[in-house]
C-alpha cells in the first residue's frame, strides 16, 4: 500500500514538473497606442520581446488611434468604464490633462520601491519629460524634435549645397524660393503646420519665446517670439514657395520628389527613407532657431502610461512599462522610426545604439539637437485640446491667405485667452 501511495506521489510530483510554467496564472495586459503608420511594427517587436522574457504575461493590442489627439480622447471615453486599455502609449503634451484628472497610475511609489532607475537607463531629466505637478505621470518611449529634410537633387538645381544646408530661416526661404522658380510644379518648403501646435512651437521657442505667462493665466505667444513665428510661415507661403499642404499631400509630395525642403518630426524619419527609395538623395539637417543662441525645441513624442487599477495587473503593466521605455525599447524604437533614444544606456552602449549612428548619418540631425529639447508644454484646463486646435485653425488663414500673419496670432491670442481656466 505504502508503495501506491509513493508511486502516487511521484506521479503528482512529475506532473506538477511538467505542468508548472504553464500552470502559472498568466496575465493580460491590453495595450492602446497611436499612429500605427510609425509604431506597429515597433509596437509588434517590442512585444513580443517581452512576451518572451516574461512567459506568465500577454499582451493584447487595443485598436490603435490615428493621433495622440484621438487616443487622448479614447481614454477620457473609456476611463471608469471596463473598455479602458490597461496600458497606453500618450503624447507627452497631454499628460498632463490625464495626470491632473487621475486617470494614469503615478509611478513614482513604483520607482522607489525600484531603487536605482538610472542603472536602467532612466536619469532623472528622461523621468522629467513624463512628470506633472509632482506625479511621475509616466515614461518618455519615443521623444523626438523637428528637423529638416533635403531633397539634395532639388537643392543643387536651385544653386544650394546639401553639404552646407541653410542656417538661417531667410536661407530657407531664399533656397525655397529658387526650387520653387525652377518650375515643373515643385513646391520649396513644406513645413508641418497641421495637426497640433508642436510645429509652431519650434518656432515660438526656437525664438526664445513662451505660450503663458508663469502663473499660466495670460497669452505671451502672441508678443515678439509669437509675431516672428507667425510671421515666419506667411514668409514661407509668400517667398517660399510653400503649398497649403494638408499633412498627407505633403508627406506625398516630399517623397514623390516634388518637395525641396520639408519640416517635420524625426519621428517620419524610417518612414521617408523608405518612401523616397532611391527616387532622389535624401539628406537631413537641423532645423534652423529664429534666436541661434538661446533658442530651444519642443521634445515631441509619446510616454508609456499604467491605467490599469487592478492590483494583479499593476506588477505585470509596471515590467512593461521599464521594458518598452528602457534600452530594448529605444534600441527598437531609434531605428524603426527615427526618434531619438529617451533611455541612456540605449544611447551609449554597443550593444543597443553606441555605433548605430556613425553608420546611419541620415539620423544624426535629432540626436545632435538633443541639448535644445525643452518639455512639449502643455495647456491648463479642460479646454487644452480647442486650445491646440484654435492655434491650428490660425495658422491655416495664414498658409492659406485668407489673414495677414498680425491679424492671425491676435486673434489667436483672444480665442486662447478665453479658453484658459478662469482663477
Known amino acids: 500500500m505504502s508503495r501506491i501511495r509513493n508511486a502516487a506521489a511521484a506521479l503528482a510530483l512529475a506532473m506538477a514538473a511538467l505542468c508548472g510554467p504553464q500552470a502559472r496564472a498568466e496575465t493580460t495586459l491590453t495595450v492602446h497606442y497611436p499612429m500605427p503608420g510609425f509604431f506597429k511594427a515597433v509596437m509588434d517587436t517590442v512585444a513580443a520581446k517581452f512576451m518572451a522574457e516574461n512567459p506568465d504575461v500577454k499582451i493584447a ?7 495622440y489627439e484621438d487616443g487622448l480622447q479614447l481614454i477620457l471615453r473609456e476611463a471608469g468604464t471596463a473598455d479602458l486599455p ?14 491632473e484628472r487621475n486617470i494614469v497610475a503615478d509611478l513614482q511609489p513604483l520607482i522607489a520601491q525600484e531603487g536605482d532607475m538610472e542603472k536602467l537607463g532612466f536619469t532623472d531629466h528622461i523621468l522629467s519629460l513624463a512628470r506633472w505637478g509632482g506625479r511621475q505621470a509616466g515614461l518618455a518611449f519615443a521623444t523626438s524634435n523637428p528637423i529638416m529634410y533635403m531633397n539634395a537633387d532639388l537643392v543643387r538645381k536651385a544653386g544650394g549645397d546639401p553639404d552646407h544646408p541653410p542656417k538661417t530661416w531667410d536661407e530657407v526661404i531664399a533656397l525655397g524660393g529658387r526650387i520653387k522658380a525652377l518650375g515643373d510644379g515643385d513646391a520649396g518648403i513644406d513645413f508641418r503646420w497641421q495637426g497640433d501646435d508642436w510645429m509652431f512651437s519650434a518656432l515660438l521657442f526656437g525664438d526664445g519665446g513662451t505660450m503663458l505667462s508663469p502663473d499660466e493665466k495670460t497669452v ?40 525641396g525642403l520639408e519640416f517635420q518630426t ?28 538661446d533658442g530651444r525645441l519642443p521634445t515631441g513624442g509619446n510616454a508609456v502610461v499604467i491605467l490599469t487599477k487592478d492590483p494583479a495587473k499593476r506588477d505585470a503593466a509596471w515590467r512593461f512599462a521599464k521594458f518598452a521605455a528602457g534600452p530594448y525599447g529605444a534600441s527598437v524604437v531609434v531605428p524603426g522610426t527615427g526618434y531619438v533614444p529617451n533611455n541612456a544606456l540605449a544611447a551609449t552602449s554597443p550593444q543597443y545604439l553606441g555605433d548605430f549612428y556613425a553608420t546611419h548619418p541620415l539620423y544624426r540631425a ?58
Open 366 to 423: 535629432g540626436l545632435d539637437q538633443m541639448d535644445r529639447m525643452i518639455p512639449w508644454y502643455s495647456f491648463p484646463g479642460a479646454n487644452s485640446v480647442r486650445v491646440t486646435q484654435a492655434i491650428v485653425d490660425n495658422l491655416s488663414r495664414v498658409v492659406e491667405g485668407t489673414a495677414t500673419p498680425d491679424a492671425a496670432v491676435k486673434d489667436t491670442a483672444a480665442e486662447v485667452q478665453k479658453l484658459l481656466p478662469r482663477r
Open 266 to 293: 524625426t519621428g517620419a524619419l524610417r518612414n521617408t527613407i523608405d518612401n523616397v527609395g532611391r527616387k532622389f538623395e535624401l539628406r537631413t539637417a537641423p532645423i534652423p532657431l529664429l534666436d541661434p543662441k
Open 86 to 99: 490597461d496600458v497606453s502609449f500618450v503624447g507627452l503634451n497631454r499628460l498632463r490633462i490625464l495626470s
Open 220 to 259: 505671451t505667444f502672441d508678443g515678439p517670439a509669437g509675431q516672428a513665428a507667425f510671421a515666419l510661415v506667411g514668409r514661407m507661403v509668400k517667398e517660399g514657395g510653400m503649398p497649403a499642404f494638408t499633412k498627407p499631400a505633403g508627406e506625398q509630395a516630399f517623397v514623390a520628389g516634388k518637395v
Open 61 to 67: 493590442f487595443a485598436t490603435p488611434s490615428p493621433t
